[in-house]
């Protein structure tokens, strides 16, 4: 089944505790993103991948990283929590950017204390 | 960048009646979708729909790029289509790297 995967689903962490979100796609799709959906304030793009070995910064991207080593893979970094990263996060992927359906993975709900 | 205004922001609905949710956007673009996110924070992808009809189900689609508008259909609605309906938009004069979402319509329908 083509689709996309996050994991975990849910997440309580505290204060500065390095975490890693992880988004995997089977769909060989070329772009990759992640978004944070907050209350007031939508969905918000944090970095966006068009390829392996090309990210960049979206919209919200302080306080966290990516990489982009395999095709499949965009995980989401956050080195050192804050209160204030406590969201709901979605990976997204698509064939190419821009004229392509985006599919959306299931969500990743974080609560850092 | 470009700007995307969703109405009615609140839509309340007795089972069985139909609504029409509307999405304006306020610049040419790439790619435009509808999605539904369900009670548990899930984005299910209902259409992706840059320009004309499609339907699915119970469900149907219009955007006429042209006067920069889509419209999402919903007939015999049922309590499981209850949630947050987003339009979202690729901005076609820009750089193609991300979606920009409405603030949704929250839809409830009583049983």
């Known amino acids: 089944e083509a689709q996309v995967t996050q994991n975990p689903r849910y997440l309580i962490t505290v204060t500065g505790k390095k975490l890693t979100v992880t988004c995997s796609q089977n769909m060989n799709h070329e772009y990759m993103s992640w978004y944070r959906q907050d209350p007031g304030l939508g969905l918000r793009q944090i970095y966006y991948?068009?390829?392996?070995?090309?990210?960049d910064k979206g919209d919200v991207p302080e306080g966290y990283k990516v990489s982009r080593k395999e095709k499949r893979n965009f995980p989401l970094i956050l080195e050192s929590p804050s209160p204030n990263q406590t969201s709901l996060y979605f990976c997204a992927s698509s064939l190419l950017a821009g004229k392509h359906e985006q599919f959306f993975g299931p969500g990743t709900r974080l609560t850092v204390l | 960048g470009i700007q995307v205004e969703q109405s009615p922001p609140d839509l309340i609905l007795q089972e069985g009646a139909n609504s029409t949710l509307r999405c304006n956007f306020s610049?040419?673009?790439?790619?435009l979708q509808w999605f539904h996110q369900n009670p548990w924070g899930q984005l299910i992808n209902l259409f992706y729909?840059?320009?004309g009809t499609k339907q699915n189900g119970r469900l149907s689609a219009t955007t006429v790029a042209t006067e920069r508008y889509s419209l999402l259909y919903i007939s015999s609605s049922q309590t499981t289509d209850s949630g947050v309906y987003f339009c979202?938009?690729?901005?076609?004069?820009?750089?193609?790297?991300?979606?920009?979402f409405g603030s949704g319509t929250q839809l409830t329908v009583l049983p």
């Open positions: 991948s068009m390829n392996v070995e090309v990210t």
């Open positions: 610049d040419s673009v790439n790619n």
């Open positions: 729909i840059p320009s």
């Open positions: 979202a938009v690729d901005e076609a004069s820009g750089s193609a790297r991300q979606l920009t």
